[in-house]
């Protein structure tokens, strides 16, 4: 390594503490020209034109969501804005999962046009060139035969390589409506669903095409959860835990335990998004070793936050829905074990008020008008204040699902997600010590945050992005236009560094 102390580079981040899966050890990282030049101990790093003392800091790569909705609202704004709070948690590498149908038409009732990716895959591209913070790669929601169909196109063209499958609302607005959630299909853009058949033309795309493509399952049989929601509502229970009651964890696994012999049966990778049962997880572990090429990614709302916690209160009302302690603690296990392969947020930019309605469970939810809440800038410190603060979680295995793991099966490590030489120079400085209630001011959004009104212990104190100082010192230094479009590549699973 002793050449490189020879060379000058762009920055230097010198004296904190490095951390990658293998383990934690003192140093710091160079980069120039955008990427990572050497990671090492001190005395082995090369004079920087700007060279950052992070004593007493850790050095993380930065922080891979591959589960992040924009587009409720307006796109390029919700694309702006969104990647610009990343920053704050840490996240310097987002994928977000698009309908054609709300591509800049915004979140309402109107009969959404379930429409090719060629007519808007355009205009998403432009929003992110025009107004990200950080780099952004995109994921498809299918829910049509030509879609379907086009995968292949869409790979080849658009370097998109993640699919999503919404079996929670394959049954369109007829079974939302049934299940209490009114046109809720329409507001996602998926008015007159889909089935089996579209389902399966997707999966043969995918196993066909190789990697890095997967197909992307929201696992709920909502076919079923209709029946618990005319019993839940019969019994009045309006609390949480009724909510959770509509779809219990059996669902998940029914849908999870189905689609894997699909995927097993066309070759095509299988990620669960937000797995949050305990009975999804024994399903992944069975369909493993069966054969099955299966991942699944956890929310820190499913393993931080129950049922009984006020708040969040109404503001928990979340599909799918926060569980028991004791289910909680048995996915915790799972990441650490390998049950749970990575993390991500599903983050949807909503208001409080969306979510809340009348009640938890009610005959006319038309009210209820979203499904999620935002939890990029409280994404990493969540993970280290509930597991690592805790002793929950090792701070090794915190980046391995949160960096390594959720940049892998996005076809994108080791270029993200990895403090190695050739990668991208992405980091995160963090202050394992610094406490920060969760509020709107320390997350500067407006909208329904995860984790509100609650104190966090491990934050970011600078987001850098290829070089690019976006966060620093609680404030968003970034520029929209910093961030990338991120095409995948066929043919590996590793995206080639030089
Ligand atoms: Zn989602």
């Known amino acids: 390594m002793d050449r490189y102390t020879e060379l000058s580079v762009e920055?230097?981040?010198?004296?904190?503490?490095?951390?990658?899966?293998?383990?934690?050890?003192?140093?710091?990282?160079?980069?120039?020209?955008?990427?990572?030049?050497?990671?090492?101990?001190?005395?082995?790093?090369?004079v920087g034109d700007r060279t950052i003392d992070v004593e007493g800091k850790h050095i993380l790569p930065g922080v891979v969501d591959p589960h992040t909705h924009p587009g409720k609202r307006d796109f390029a704004t919700d694309i702006m804005n969104e990647s610009s709070v990343a920053t704050i948690g840490g996240t310097t590498t987002m994928g977000a999962i698009i309908k054609s149908s709300r591509m800049g038409s915004g979140w309402s009732n109107d009969p959404?046009?379930?429409?090719?990716?060629?007519?808007?895959?355009?205009?998403?591209?432009?929003?992110?060139?025009?107004?990200?913070?950080?780099?952004?790669?995109?994921?498809?929601?299918?829910a049509t035969d030509e879609q379907a169909l086009e995968i292949p196109f869409y790979a080849?063209?658009?370097?998109?390589?993640?699919?999503?499958?919404?079996?929670?609302?394959?049954?369109?607005?007829?079974?939302?409506?049934?299940?209490?959630?009114?046109?809720?299909?329409?507001?996602l853009g998926i008015p007159d669903g889909f089935d089996d058949g579209t389902i399966?033309?997707?999966?043969?795309?995918?196993?066909?095409?190789?990697?890095?493509?997967?197909?992307?399952?929201?696992?709920?049989?909502?076919?079923i959860a209709r029946i618990f929601f005319k019993r839940i509502l019969k019994e009045g229970r309006g609390d949480m835990a009724g909510w959770s009651a509509i779809s219990p964890g059996w669902l998940e696994a029914i849908h999870i335990r189905n689609y894997a012999y699909l995927a097993k049966m066309t070759g095509a990778p299988l990620y669960v998004v937000h797995i949050n049962s305990a009975e999804g997880v024994d399903q992944v572990l069975k369909a493993r070793a069966d054969g099955t090429e299966i991942y699944a990614e956890a929310n820190p709302q499913h393993l931080w936050i129950d049922e009984t916690q006020d708040p969040p209160g109404?503001?928990?009302?979340?599909?799918?829905?926060?569980?028991?302690?004791?289910?909680?603690?048995?996915?915790?296990?799972?990441?650490?074990?390998?049950?749970?392969?990575?993390?991500?947020?599903?983050?949807?930019?909503?208001?409080?008020?969306?979510?809340?309605?009348?009640?938890?469970?009610t005959?006319?939810?038309?009210?209820?008008?979203?499904?999620g809440g935002?939890?990029?800038?409280?994404?990493l410190p969540s993970m280290l204040s509930?597991?690592?603060?805790?002793?929950?979680?090792?701070?090794?295995?915190?980046?391995?699902v949160c960096c390594k793991n959720s940049a892998w099966a996005a076809g994108l490590y080791p270029k993200k997600g990895a403090l190695i030489a050739g990668a991208d120079g992405d980091v995160v400085v963090v202050d394992m010590k610094l406490t920060k209630k969760v509020t709107q001011e320390t997350i500067q959004s407006k909208f329904n945050a995860f984790f509100r009104e609650r104190e966090l212990t491990g934050w970011p104190v600078m987001t850098i992005l290829r070089g690019n100082i976006v966060f620093e010192d609680g404030q968003i230094t970034g520029k929209p236009g910093t961030g990338k479009y991120l095409p995948r590549k066929l043919g590996s699973q590793l995206y080639p560094v030089s």
Not at 387 to 398: A, F, I, Q, W, Y
């Open 363 to 371: 005959e006319d939810m038309e009210v209820y008008r979203g499904a």
């Open 374 to 379: 935002i939890g990029m800038q409280t994404h």
């Open 314 to 361: 109404m503001y928990g009302k979340l599909t799918p829905p926060i569980r028991d302690r004791a289910n909680n603690d048995k996915l915790v296990s799972a990441l650490r074990d390998g049950g749970i392969f990575c993390m991500g947020t599903d983050h949807v930019p909503s208001m409080p008020d969306d979510n809340v309605g009348p009640g938890f469970v």
């Open 200 to 223: 399966y033309l997707g999966f043969e795309s995918i196993g066909k095409l190789g990697p890095p493509c997967m197909a992307h399952i929201h696992a709920e049989n909502t076919f």
């Open 156 to 187: 080849k063209e658009y370097g998109v390589t993640s699919y999503k499958f919404y079996l929670g609302y394959m049954g369109g607005n007829r079974i939302t409506r049934r299940r209490g959630l009114g046109l809720f299909a329409s507001r």
């Open 11 to 46: 920055l230097v981040l010198k004296n904190g503490r490095i951390v990658t899966p293998e383990g934690v050890f003192p140093g710091g990282v160079a980069i120039n020209e955008g990427k990572i030049v050497v990671v090492a101990g001190d005395p082995n790093l090369p």
């Open 112 to 142: 959404p046009k379930q429409v090719s990716y060629k007519e808007t895959f355009p205009a998403a591209k432009k929003a992110v060139e025009d107004g990200a913070l950080i780099d952004i790669f995109y994921n498809f929601a299918i």
């Open 386 to 400: 509930e597991g690592v603060n805790k002793g929950r979680l090792s701070l090794e295995r915190t980046v391995e």
